[in-house]
């Protein structure tokens, strides 16, 4: 954890490059930050993709004893933006009623060609 002016931040899941969670407590809330994160079962269809990253960002949620209805924001990068509708579908399944957070969804090549989805979210709980 370091410490600065006011404020402390905790990187979870850290490697050389970027950590997969990062969490900065600002007076009395905390902003989480969750990198990027794609499917590790690369064989799956865009809704296969998008159910397991979905499950990767409620799982380290989990670790700050924070869950969906506590992301205010989310960024989809598809792949191909035809397959907008089978992500909403597994996105839709998995978003909590009543905690929508606002959202974006953007057309991009993503690093690896066997990446049909990328999710990033921006979540706050009470410090």
Same mark, same amino acid.
């Given at each position: 954890?370091?410490?600065?002016?006011?404020?402390? $931040?905790?990187?979870?899941?850290? +490697?050389?490059?970027?950590?997969?969670?990062?969490?900065?407590?600002?007076?009395?809330?905390?902003?989480?930050?969750?990198?990027?994160?794609?499917?590790?079962?690369? *064989?799956?269809?865009?809704?296969?993709?998008?159910?397991?990253?979905? +499950?990767? $960002?409620?799982?380290?949620?989990?670790?700050? +004893?924070?869950?969906?209805?506590? $992301?205010? *924001?989310?960024?989809?990068?598809?792949?191909?933006?035809?397959?907008?509708?089978?992500?909403?579908?597994?996105?839709?399944?998995?978003?909590?009623?009543?905690?929508?957070?606002?959202?974006?969804? $953007? +057309?991009?090549?993503?690093?690896?060609?066997?990446?049909?989805?990328?999710?990033?979210?921006?979540?706050?709980?009470?410090?």
């Amino acid at each position: 954890m370091e410490k600065h002016t006011g404020m402390e $931040i905790t990187r979870y899941e850290m +490697g050389p490059r970027f950590s997969e969670m990062t969490v900065v407590g600002v007076g009395s809330a905390k902003l989480v930050y969750i990198a990027g994160q794609v499917a590790e079962q690369t *064989s799956l269809d865009v809704e296969g993709q998008t159910r397991e990253i979905l +499950g990767f $960002i409620d799982r380290l949620l989990a670790k700050i +004893g924070a869950d969906k209805t506590n $992301i205010v *924001s989310a960024r989809i990068y598809l792949a191909s933006v035809g397959d907008y509708a089978a992500m909403n579908s597994a996105w839709d399944d998995w978003v909590a009623p009543g905690h929508v957070p606002a959202r974006s969804t $953007i +057309g991009a090549k993503l690093i690896h060609s066997e990446y049909k989805v990328e999710i990033e979210v921006t979540a706050a709980i009470a410090a």
